[in-house]
């Protein structure tokens, strides 16, 4: 069996060779990993449960480690963990703030359940800075002037040219977007002709579902040029 440290550097690994990552994690149930939380609690990278929570993310250039917050509360603060525990499914989480090592960073999680004869004993997961993820994309051109932007299953903004919009409603910047909410949600193409303010003028725009492995919940991707 692979012990906790063991456990912890596949994740430390996984982070340091994949920079798209902000963070990688795993989150078990009491026991559920050894059965050792009682000799763990308070120690190392533990918390006073002892539960197995290492949290891996980049800080200052560098990685730190420390143990993950809030996983047990039953309010929004632990949906990173509570609903992939709940439902036994994949999870891309809706855009969220997160304090990873006293800074708060928005962004989305990708989750999947371990399950043990039949149950969820615990989940692994990926943490996505948005900010960076969307800087990433900002400075791709479509068409010589056009852009594209990345909502959530639920509207919301993950990425786009204006940063001030990240996590924001989409319909609080683009009114044209709430009659489609709903083909967003259920991962439907969609076109429209209508104003940017992004670029001043007409656009065209097409909205292009993804989904991410057995999630459900798919996103759109919307691009948009000039007519």
């Known amino acids: 069996a692979v012990d906790r440290d063991a456990a912890a550097s596949i994740l430390q690994a996984t982070l ?14 009491p026991n559920a990993f050894d059965g050792r939380d009682a ?3 308070g120690k190392g990278f533990h918390d006073q449960t002892g539960r197995f ?19 047990a509360s039953t309010e929004s603060a632990g949906d990173y963990y509570q609903l992939a525990r709940r439902t036994g499914r994949e999870v891309i989480m809706e855009p ?18 371990i399950k043990q004869d039949g149950q969820v004993a615990g989940v692994v997961g990926i943490d996505v ?30 990425t786009h040219p204006s940063a ?21 949600a259920g991962g439907r193409e969609f076109t429209a002709n209508t104003f940017s303010r ?10 292009v579902p993804v989904t991410v492995g057995g999630t459900g ?11």
């Open 129 to 158: 800075d948005l900010s960076v993820l969307s800087a990433q994309l900002a400075g791709r051109k479509i068409m010589e002037t056009g852009y594209a932007a990345t909502f959530s299953n639920q509207g919301l903004y993950v």
């Open 198 to 207: 992004t670029l001043n003028d007409t656009v065209f725009r097409l909205a």
């Open 39 to 41: 000799d763990h609690a």
């Open 164 to 184: 001030e919009r990240l996590g924001q409603p989409g319909p609080k910047f683009d009114s044209w977007l709430e009659p489609r909410l709903g083909d967003v």
């Open 96 to 113: 969220y703030h997160y304090d990873a090592g006293g800074k708060k960073v928005l962004m989305t999680s990708i989750v999947v359940p």
């Open 16 to 29: 340091e060779s994949t920079p798209e990552f902000f963070g990688a994690w795993t989150c078990w149930e």
């Open 217 to 227: 919940t798919p996103w759109s991707v919307i691009v948009s040029v000039q007519e």
């Open 53 to 71: 929570v290492p949290y891996w993310f980049r800080k200052d250039k560098g990685i730190a480690l420390e143990p993950l917050k809030d996983y």
